[in-house]
């Protein structure tokens, strides 16, 4: 069935036609796209999916780089408490507290 807004009881307007100097099928200098082998596409997304795991497991390393070096190198360093002008660090008062 017809839609009730598409049907106007006028018979439909006719196509335009276009100049002969269009109807030859030459839209331009370039074609629209350039035209590859299913090889090259699968080739293309491969390695689309190889960088894109390449930069996932670059960003995890780096992440667990960072996290190790603040847990191993910068925590103990820090000072807990100043007593009396003297610093306490995070290893000391480990190493004091300890049983």
Excluded: C
């Amino acid at each position: 069935m017809s839609k009730k807004r598409q049907t106007t009881g006028l018979p439909k307007p006719e196509k335009k036609t276009l100049p002969p100097a269009q109807v030859d099928g030459k839209r331009g200098a370039q074609p629209l796209r350039e035209y590859r082998s299913r090889a090259e596409r699968e080739a293309e997304i491969q390695r689309m999916v190889i960088l894109g795991t390449a930069a996932v497991v670059a960003v995890v390393v780096l992440i667990l780089v960072v996290a190790l070096i603040v847990d191993q190198g910068i925590n103990p360093r820090r000072t807990v408490a100043s007593v009396n002008g003297d610093s306490i660090s995070v290893t000391e008062f480990e190493q004091r507290v300890r049983f």
